[in-house]
């Protein structure tokens, strides 16, 4: 478990920005309309991508602050905005937002009010929809070994070998918690199986592939439904689309993961692996109908040992794109695999890794750098759907956040949208000062990560460059912290 830190030492400035006249951008691709689906025309190919805020109630409920959150997105208009990772099961979640229940439409419905009514209509809207297995907190090693260890058989044959004290093999279970939690690390990892030592070093985390624990075998059978009711109330709700998060650390991820091992006909080959994925897209489109928008966001590459690679995610396009998703949006890593290991008491975070640095690359980079880093996965991806004859449109993110290197990823055919998600949080004008001719007034976004930093620590994120600008003028939210400012100052368009 390196961190990247450890390893990309290259800075990189910001790439010079040439920003086009009105004129030029009135010309340019990235402000042509697109299509997504049968119903669902865009104004242009720009894209703001899911983000998580942390602003939902405990109980996953819309909040003033919610709404604040997409209002200030959708005053710069953008062709498409993602209401962030959003969760399909109705259990409590910590401040996600949710929609397991029919009771979260009312908040819902506000959200799209808000957004269509700040950006005047020109903003299509749409969800994404997200399923996560448990993962718990780095215990204290005192807590795990008194309460959490599972004492079996194994475990004690284990204990008994490494002491050489066949006492071990049916000793008073009490008197094993306490011998292991007296013992130093040498004997705990002779002991310990790997999963063990897992739980005690970053906290119990459940795959897709732990079988033995029938709620995770069942998932089958159950998802399908989740994400479809899910579907049903994005489009009772009002959204344009609904995105199925099958990217990152998450479920849908893990089951196209070359790492799923399961042996029930979802794991193993490519097409086991996309068998879940595909019923679910099936289940979705089968409850909301041929007309409305259905998009998946995955991995084009997970960029851990022993995960997908990008031919795997070429596979799986070609397929999803066959079964009728009208959009791929495609990201890269953020997977818990190579994550770093979380601090007593935190639970492990799937963007400290390098995996997770593919995901939100920074400016302390590789040669290659950070901006349009992930292109070339899209490209391959879209490459093959056209190839196959679908036009599926397929949009890609990860370091872009200037004029010519949106327009180039357009006018080269490697992507239809383009996303850019913390260009837009440093300035959620910056699509809309383009298009104007005034992209010299742009706020550039400095890909530090102060913002992901936050949601690390699952505090509200706000940006740096403006987080506290202008404070004490009246009206202005305030993070619960008090010191920060929750959306960036407004925007007079002149
Ligand atoms: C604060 C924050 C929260 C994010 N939350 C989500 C999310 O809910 N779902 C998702 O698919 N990606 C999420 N992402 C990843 C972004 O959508 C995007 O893929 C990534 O930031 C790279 O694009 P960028 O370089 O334009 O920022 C998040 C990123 C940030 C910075
Ligand atoms: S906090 Fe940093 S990385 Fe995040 S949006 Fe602002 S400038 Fe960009």
């Given at each position: 478990?390196?961190?990247?830190?450890?390893?990309?030492?290259?800075?990189?400035?910001?790439?010079?920005?040439?920003?086009?006249?009105?004129?030029?951008?009135?010309?340019?691709?990235?402000?042509?309309?697109?299509?997504?689906?049968?119903?669902?025309?865009?104004?242009?190919?720009?894209?703001?991508?899911?983000?998580?805020?942390?602003?939902?109630?405990?109980?996953?409920?819309?909040?003033?602050?919610?709404?604040?959150?997409?209002?200030?997105?959708?005053?710069?208009?953008?062709?498409?905005?993602?209401?962030?990772?959003?969760?399909?099961?109705?259990?409590?979640?910590?401040?996600?937002?949710?929609?397991?229940?029919?009771?979260?439409?009312?908040?819902?419905?506000?959200?799209?009010?808000?957004?269509?009514?700040?950006?005047?209509?020109?903003?299509?809207?749409?969800?994404?929809?997200?399923?996560?297995?448990?993962?718990?907190?780095?215990?204290?090693?005192?807590?795990?070994?008194?309460?959490?260890?599972?004492?079996?058989?194994?475990?004690?044959?284990?204990?008994?070998?490494?002491?050489?004290?066949?006492?071990?093999?049916?000793?008073?279970?009490?008197?094993?918690?306490?011998?292991?939690?007296?013992?130093?690390?040498?004997?705990?990892?002779?002991?310990?199986?790997?999963?063990?030592?897992?739980?005690?070093?970053?906290?119990?985390?459940?795959?897709?592939?732990?079988?033995?624990?029938?709620?995770?075998?069942?998932?089958?059978?159950?998802?399908?439904?989740?994400?479809?009711?899910?579907?049903?109330?994005?489009?009772?709700?009002?959204?344009?689309?609904?995105?199925?998060?099958?990217?990152?650390?998450?479920?849908?991820?893990?089951?196209?993961?070359?790492?799923?091992?399961?042996?029930?006909?979802?794991?193993?080959?490519?097409?086991?692996?996309?068998r879940l994925p595909l019923e679910v897209l099936a289940a979705v489109r089968a409850r909301v109908g041929p007309d409305y928008a259905v998009g998946i966001r995955y991995l084009g590459d997970d960029v851990i040992e022993g995960g997908s690679r990008v031919e795997d995610a070429v596979w799986f396009g070609v397929r999803f794109a066959g079964a009728g998703a009208d959009y791929l949006s495609i990201s890269?890593?953020?997977?818990?695999?190579?994550?770093?290991?979380?601090?007593?008491?935190?639970?492990?975070?799937?963007?400290?890794?390098?995996?997770?640095?593919?995901?939100?690359?920074?400016?302390?980079?590789?040669?290659?750098?950070?901006?349009?880093?992930?292109?070339?996965?899209?490209?391959?991806?879209?490459?093959?759907?056209?190839?196959?004859?679908?036009?599926?449109?397929?949009?890609?993110?990860?370091?872009?956040?200037?004029?010519?290197?949106?327009?180039?990823?357009?006018?080269?055919?490697?992507?239809?949208?383009?996303?850019?998600?913390?260009?837009?949080?440093?300035?959620?004008?910056?699509?809309?000062?383009?298009?104007?001719?005034?992209?010299?007034?742009?706020?550039?976004?400095?890909?530090?990560?102060?913002?992901?930093?936050?949601?690390?620590?699952?505090?509200?994120?706000?940006?740096?460059?403006?987080?506290?600008?202008?404070?004490?003028?009246?009206?202005?939210?305030?993070?619960?912290?008090?010191?920060?400012?929750?959306?960036?100052?407004?925007?007079?368009?002149?």
């Amino acid at each position: 478990m390196t961190a990247v830190a450890e390893r990309f030492t290259v800075h990189h400035a910001l790439p010079p920005a040439r920003w086009p006249t009105a004129e030029e951008a009135a010309r340019a691709m990235l402000f042509s309309p697109g299509r997504i689906g049968r119903r669902v025309v865009t104004e242009a190919r720009t894209w703001v991508p899911a983000m998580v805020p942390w602003r939902a109630t405990d109980d996953g409920f819309v909040t003033p602050e919610v709404l604040g959150w997409y209002a200030r997105f959708a005053e710069g208009q953008p062709a498409v905005l993602v209401v962030e990772a959003t969760g399909i099961r109705d259990i409590q979640s910590g401040p996600l937002l949710r929609i397991g229940d029919d009771r979260f439409l009312p908040g819902l419905r506000r959200l799209v009010e808000t957004v269509r009514d700040k950006s005047a209509g020109r903003t299509r809207l749409f969800i994404q929809v997200i399923d996560f297995l448990a993962v718990r907190r780095r215990p204290e090693p005192e807590k795990y070994f008194a309460r959490f260890l599972e004492v079996d058989a194994a475990l004690r044959r284990r204990l008994a070998a490494a002491t050489a004290d066949d006492r071990w093999r049916d000793a008073p279970e009490a008197e094993i918690r306490a011998r292991l939690a007296a013992a130093d690390r040498t004997l705990v990892e002779a002991v310990l199986d790997a999963r063990q030592r897992e739980a005690l070093d970053y906290g119990y985390r459940e795959r897709v592939w732990d079988t033995h624990l029938p709620h995770v075998r069942e998932l089958p059978r159950i998802l399908p439904g989740l994400f479809a009711e899910a579907g049903r109330r994005a489009r009772e709700a009002g959204f344009d689309g609904v995105e199925l998060h099958y990217a990152h650390a998450y479920t849908m991820a893990s089951f196209l993961s070359r790492l799923n091992t399961r042996d029930d006909g979802y794991g193993g080959s490519r097409e086991h692996r996309v068998r879940l994925p595909l019923e679910v897209l099936a289940a979705v489109r089968a409850r909301v109908g041929p007309d409305y928008a259905v998009g998946i966001r995955y991995l084009g590459d997970d960029v851990i040992e022993g995960g997908s690679r990008v031919e795997d995610a070429v596979w799986f396009g070609v397929r999803f794109a066959g079964a009728g998703a009208d959009y791929l949006s495609i990201s890269k890593g953020g997977r818990f695999e190579d994550a770093r290991q979380p601090k007593l008491g935190e639970a492990v975070y799937p963007y400290t890794g390098r995996s997770g640095y593919e995901c939100m690359p920074t400016v302390i980079s590789d040669a290659r750098g950070p901006f349009g880093r992930n292109v070339p996965l899209a490209a391959a991806i879209r490459g093959a759907i056209r190839d196959a004859g679908h036009d599926t449109p397929v949009v890609t993110s990860g370091g872009i956040g200037t004029f010519d290197l949106a327009e180039g990823v357009l006018r080269r055919g490697e992507a239809d949208f383009v996303g850019a998600a913390r260009q837009s949080l440093a300035d959620p004008d910056w699509f809309r000062k383009v298009r104007l001719g005034l992209g010299h007034l742009v706020r550039r976004c400095e890909y530090t990560n102060y913002c992901e930093g936050l949601d690390q620590r699952h505090k509200q994120v706000t940006c740096k460059l403006w987080d506290r600008v202008g404070l004490d003028a009246p009206g202005v939210p305030l993070a619960s912290d008090g010191k920060r400012r929750l959306s960036a100052p407004g925007w007079p368009v002149p």
